[in-house]
């Protein structure tokens, strides 16, 4: 027996044993060296596009909908204010004359509050326009073009 020292790789291979195994494979494979490569039939088979090839690689998102729920709590939203009693009797008697002037459809601009149906809070928003009838039972103020604001959320109301 050779008593010459072999290296080992990791898994404790030596070399004249990985030499032998490669010998071996070419004398049991080394027929198909020379043949083609093999093409698939185009008909059923046709070749896939580089676009397409491509898109099978492309970056996907892992989770969806991830960058909408970051931009959605970075969204700002503020509290509803409470408001005074001196506050709110300024608003009441605007709106007491709003309502005798009701068939006049007089102009209105106002700031209420908006509640967000997404996030705590809200914000406040201003709006003119013409004032078509109080709707007492809903206590919504109703404007000409379907708009409708609640009444406790008005904030300042002026008639113009």
Known sequence: MDK??????VLGVTSKE??????????????????????????KHPRMSLEARAAQFSPFAALTGYEDAIKES???????????????AEIDAVLQNLIAREKESPTVQLTFFKEDYVKHGGSYCSFKGNFR????????????????????DIYNIILV
């Open 18 to 43: 990985l030499k032998n195994a490669a010998d071996e494979a070419v004398r049991q494979y080394g027929d198909m060296m020379d043949l083609p490569h093999h093409e698939p039939d185009p008909v």
């Open 133 to 152: 009838k109080a709707d007492l039972i809903r206590n919504v103020l109703i404007f000409i073009g379907g708009k409708e604001i609640p009444i406790d």
């Open 4 to 9: 010459k020292k072999y290296w080992h790789n």
């Open 74 to 88: 970075a969204r700002y939203t503020k509290e509803k204010s409470e408001l005074s009693d001196t506050r709110k």
